[in-house]
C-alpha cells in the first residue's frame, strides 16, 4: 500500500499535522506512521555548506595566494548534531511504499532551503513532490494547504533564491573576512592588546554594523546650539487665557533674517529681548487682533496590520526587549495556533483572507483572556464594521509576496493560559491592532488661530478629539492630552477681527538634540527601510521593498553582532552602541571595501535575490553578477596592500 510522506520543519509541528491528519500509529525514533502516512521532521537545518578545505585540505590555512575562493560547484555535509535525524528523513524518502512528499517546512525563504538541502543531499527521484503553503497552523488551514498542494517545482524560483542567498552570504564571508583578516588583524589585535583577531565580514551584518557606527559618530560630533522662541498670553481674564508662538512669517519684520535660528526662534537672547521689547514698549496690556481663524476636520485612521518588523520595534519601545525575543514569542503563538505566521513583510490583508475574516471575528469573541477583545470583537460584528473592509486601504494583494499581515487566528484559546505573560502581551498586541482596522476612523475638531500684535503674528493651534473611533480600542486608557488635548471654549468663540489684549511676553529658550542612538528595535524598521529610520508610519509603506536583510533573519543579525562583540545593547533601554572591536573593524572596512557599509547597495542585492524568487532575473546572471563582484573587490584591496 502506498503511503504518503509529510515533512515538517519542526517535530511540534508534526504533532500537529499528525493531530491533523488522524494519524494515530505508533511515535517510532523520528517519525509518526499510520497507515495511509507517514510524519516526520527536521530541527531547523540538517544540512550546511562545506568549509573550504571539504574542496581542498590546503585551504584549511588561511591564505592571500588562495583568494578570491570561487567553487565550480558547492558542496554540502550533514551537520553531526542533527545526523540522526537526517538519516531518518533519508531512509523515509528511500522507502518504496512511499510515492508521494509534502514539503511543509515553514512557508518561506529559509523553509524552503532547509527542505531542499536534505532533497539535494537525499537526491531522490521519482517521487510525487508537493508543497503545503500555510498561513497559519489551525486544523482548517493545514488541511486547506494539503488539499490545495501545489507541485514542488513551482517553487523552484523561491528555492533557487534561497540557495543563492546563501552563497552570496558564504562568499562575502569566507573571500572577505580572510582577506581582512590576513591584512588588518594584526593592527587590530595591537590596538586592543590581543593576542588575535579574525574580522568578520558578512553581507548584512557588516552594512548593520556601520549604520550603528554612523549613528555613533554623528551622536559625538553633534554639538547643542541654543535657540530662543517667544510665547505669547493673549486674553482679558485668567479663564480666557490663551497661548501664542511667535512665528518670523512673510509679513515679519524678521523674515528670511539671518537672527534667526529657524522661524519661530533667534539664535541670541538679546534679539528676542529686543523684539519683546518692541512689542510691549510701555503699553499694558497691548492690544492684539485676531488675524484669522481656520476650522477643519481630521480623519485618522487605525494604522496598519503588524509584520514582523513593525511588531518587533513595538516590541522593543513597549517592553524594552530585543528582536529575537519578539520573533521567539511570536513564533510561539504561531505554533499554539494564536496567530498566522510571524515571519511577514506585509502590513495587509489578502482579499482572499478578507472574504473569509467573519471566523477570525466570531472566534475571538469565545477569547476569555482580555474582555476588551472580546467586547470588541463583538462591538465589530453587531455594527457591521467589517462590510467596508475588502475596500480598504488594509486590503491589497500587490503589497503581499508569500504572507499576509500577522493577525489573530480565533482559534488556539485551548494553549492561552499556558503562555507566558510576555507571549500573552503580545498576543493581545497584535490582536488589538488587527480589530482597530475594523473600527470607524478618529476625528479631530482643529482650530488654528493666528494673532496680530503691531505687524508680527502669533500662532495658536487647538486639536481636540471629538470622534474616539479606533482610539477607544487600540487606546482606551490614554488621557484627554495624547487623544487630542482639552477644547478651549474662549479660542472656539473668536472670530477674525476681534480685538483682544496681549498680557505678557516671554522667552522659552530650547537647545538642538542629537540624532538618537539605534535601539534594537529601531534598527530593525532602519533594516527594513534601507538604512533609514522612517518614524512616519506611512512614508515607511510607500518606499518598503528595498530592505536589508529580510524578516526572518533580521533579529539574528543583531544577535550575531552582539555574539562576536562588535555591539553591545542596553538591557533596559535596548539601545545599541558599537564596541571598541566593532569601531575598529568598521574603519577597516571602510578604507577597503567601503561599500559593504552602503545599506542601499545591501538592498539591491537582497531586491536581485526577490526578482530571482519571481522569476524576473535568471539565478545564473545573478551569480555571475555576484562572481566578478567578490573577484574585484578581493583584487582592489590586495593590490592596496602591495
Known sequence: MSKALYITEKPSVAMEFAK???IKGQRRNGYLEAEEAVVTWCVGHLVTMSYPDAYDEALKKWSLKTLPFLPKEYKYEVIPTVK???????????????TSVYVCTDSGREGEYIYRLVDLMVGVEGKDKKRVWIDSQTEEEILRGIKEAKPLSEYDPLSDSAFLRAKEDYLAGINFSRLLTLIFGKVIAKKLQKEHVVVAVGRVMTCV?????DREIEVRK???TPFYKINGTFGKTESDEYMGEWKAVEASRYH??????NDNGFKE????????????????PVKAQIDSVKKSKEKKYAPLLYNLAELQAECSKKFKINPDETLTAVQTLYEKKLVTYPRTDARVLSTAVAKEINNHLKGLMEFRGNTNIKDGAAKVLQNQWIKNIKSSKYVNDDKITDHYAIIPTGKGFENYNRLKELDKKIYKLITLRFLAIFYPPAVFQKLAIVTAVKGELFQTNQKVCVEQGYLEILKPDLDDKDKGGEENQFLNSLRKGQQVELKSLEIKEGETTPPKRYTSGSIILAMENAGKLIEDEELREQIKGSGIGTSATRAE????LMRIEYIDCHDKTQVLTPTSLGELIYLVVKKSIPDLLNPKLT??????LEMVAKKELQKDEYMEKLEKYITRKVSKVLNKAK
Request: charged letters at 30%; aromatic letters at 6%; proline letters at 2%.
Open 20 to 22: 491533523v491528519l488522524k
Open 84 to 98: 540522526n535525524q537526517f538519516d531518518v528523513i533519508q531512509q523515509l524518502l528511500h522507502r518504496s511504499d512511499i
Open 209 to 213: 554594523l556601520g549604520m550603528i557606527v
Open 222 to 224: 553633534f554639538v547643542k
Open 256 to 261: 528670511m533674517s539671518p537672527m534667526l535660528f
Open 269 to 284: 537672547k538679546r534679539d528676542a529681548e529686543k523684539l519683546i521689547e518692541d512689542l510691549m514698549g510701555n503699553e499694558t
Open 557 to 560: 543579525i543583531i544577535k550575531k
Open 603 to 608: 538592498a539591491s542585492w537582497e531586491k536581485g
